[in-house]
T-cell receptor, first 113, second 114 residues
């Protein structure tokens, strides 16, 4: 079974631009979560989607948004990029009944210049 | 997927010894506590979880202990191997209202000495 895939793996943007990251969950997994990982703040929850609905949201500004499609694939968008948005963005998928066992992708490394 | 932490606690053990990684949590309402492992260049990987009404759970070479009195969680790894080198995160899950949100700790870097 293929794992969680994320594209692109690396991205360089400049301040003020926007970016869209993509995540394909493991087949059969309908819950998709996004996390931001930085050296200073560690792993922080962004949001979680299930059946195309955002069910949970972390403490991030409205510049961070996401969506989920009917095939469970998910995208997250960051608008008006700031230097502090430089981070590793991780996507994780899980079965609804096994929410503790989230399967993470390798992440997208975003650098904002 | 490296988890570079400038202030990451570290633990260094000899190969073959047992490792104990500790974690303090804050939310008494968490219904599950979970351990993840993150190897360099990869996303975190689930190791084991424990429900809040339990105090011990064993897996393959790993044991998780939960002390709710002092809000403390530990992961014990038996007979540590080179492949155990990674950053280990504890996480809490609040099960209220169907929440799937995991709150991760800062992580501990485990280094295995040959």
């Amino acid at each position: 079974k293929a794992g969680v895939t994320q594209t692109p793996r690396y991205l360089i943007k400049t301040r003020g631009q926007q970016v869209t990251l993509s995540c394909s969950p493991i087949s059969g997994h309908r819950s998709v979560s996004w996390y931001q990982q930085t050296p200073g703040q560690g792993l922080q929850f962004l949001f979680e989607y299930f059946s195309e609905t955002q069910r949970n949201k972390g403490n991030f500004p409205g510049r961070f948004s996401g969506r989920q499609f009917s095939n469970s694939r998910s995208e997250m968008n960051v608008s008006t990029l700031e230097l502090g948005d430089s981070a590793l963005y991780l996507c994780a998928s899980s079965l609804l009944a096994r929410a503790n066992e989230q399967f993470f992708g390798p992440g997208t490394r975003l650098t904002v210049l | 997927g490296e988890s570079v932490g400038l202030h990451l606690p570290t633990l260094s053990v000899q190969e073959g010894d047992n490792s104990i990684i500790n974690c303090a949590y804050s939310n008494s309402a968490s219904d599950y506590f979970i351990w993840y492992k993150q190897e360099s260049g990869k996303g975190p990987q689930f190791i084991i979880d424990i429900r809040s009404n339990m105090d011990k759970r064993q897996g393959q070479r790993v044991t998780v202990l939960l002390n709710k009195t002092v809000k403390h969680l530990s992961l014990q790894i038996a007979a540590t191997q080179p492949g155990d080198s990674a950053v280990y995160f504890c996480a809490e899950k609040d099960g209220h209202q169907g929440a799937q949100k995991l709150v991760f700790g800062q992580g501990t870097r485990l280094t295995i000495n040959p």
